[in-house]
């Protein structure tokens, strides 16, 4: 393994029941997957979540954990079930079942990146995935576990926070005529990943910053939001998706002018969202 699974940002004191986790903003692509690709180092990089850990990076100065995924999306995805395997990518697997994820392409080792381009010349060995299933995200997933358990323990709730940036054009076929487009979609799969005060506040956090949200449409919350969000239980999922032409030259991948403006703005959210999730700690004690 070239690089290491994750990156965790500790705050010096845990204040808040609220975690943040960046699963697709990694940019350490292996040599060898570089070499094993047809796409060229800047066309690979067009489904990585560009600089979102850069936009969070003061998470930890709010009392909260941040953790990254130390392996690009497009090597290893992070937000799928690790049986979300492509038999028209792995040499040798049969289709059991159809899921519409795997079949354009984007299971847990992903075939093509956006526009669905396709990474790879052939096929890759089951060998080859297990390896980076077990060299990533396993070790991802299990840190987030503890995360999510600590977060329990210490506050008895817990609230993560799974930040993700969407292209521009993402929304065209939604955005209809005279109305403003979204600039922020926030995921709970329809309420069964978090509780609706939880939503409301993220949400309000957002907006009071001057950002248009919409709820779960397009983007409602994949296996992140699935597996881990448990409302009964008091752990809570949202996914946040930030339009990336709000901080980012997405043709060049690079920030662009308002990428400290905006910087500053998730700051404030963060703020926010992390202030919520300490004062349920305090209305539980009392």
């Given at each position: 393994m070239s690089q290491p699974a994750y990156r965790l940002m500790m705050p010096k004191t845990r204040t808040t029941s609220v975690i943040f986790a960046s699963p697709h903003s990694s940019r350490a692509y292996p040599?060898?997957?570089l070499r094993q690709s047809v796409l060229d180092e800047h066309?690979?990089?067009s489904s990585e979540d560009a600089f979102v850990d850069?936009?969070?990076?003061?998470?930890?100065?709010?009392?909260?954990p941040f953790l990254e995924a130390g392996a690009p999306?497009?090597?290893?995805?992070m937000n799928r079930s690790p049986d979300e395997l492509d038999p028209a990518l792995i040499r040798g697997l049969k289709t059991t079942t159809y899921n519409p994820r795997i079949v354009s392409g984007l299971g847990v080792?992903?075939?093509?990146?956006a526009n669905s381009r396709c990474i790879y010349r052939g096929k890759l060995d089951m060998s080859e995935v297990r390896a980076r299933l077990d060299g990533y995200w396993y070790p991802y997933h299990a840190c987030l576990q503890s995360l999510l358990s600590e977060s329990h323990d210490q506050f008895d709730e817990a609230i993560l926070v799974d930040c993700h940036s969407m292209p521009h054009e993402a929304l065209d076929g939604l955005v209809r005529t005279g109305t403003r487009r979204p600039e922020v979609v926030l995921g709970d799969r329809f309420g069964a990943a978090s509780a609706s005060l939880v939503m409301d506040v993220i949400e309000q956090a957002f907006v009071d910053e001057g950002l248009n949200v919409s709820?779960?449409?397009p983007f409602a919350g994949?296996?992140?939001?699935q597996h881990?969000?448990?409302p009964s239980r008091r752990q809570h999922v949202i996914q946040v998706e930030i339009d990336r032409s709000l901080y980012m030259n997405e043709a060049l991948i690079r920030p662009n002018n308002n990428f400290q403006k905006m910087q500053e703005l998730i700051t404030r959210v963060v703020a926010k969202i992390t202030d919520f999730g300490a004062s349920q700690r305090k209305l539980a004690a009392e």
């Open positions: 040599a060898r997957f066309m690979i990089r850069q936009l969070f990076q003061a998470v930890p100065d709010h009392g909260a999306r497009a090597y290893i995805d080792v992903p075939r093509v990146v709820r779960n449409v994949a296996y992140t939001a881990y969000g448990r």
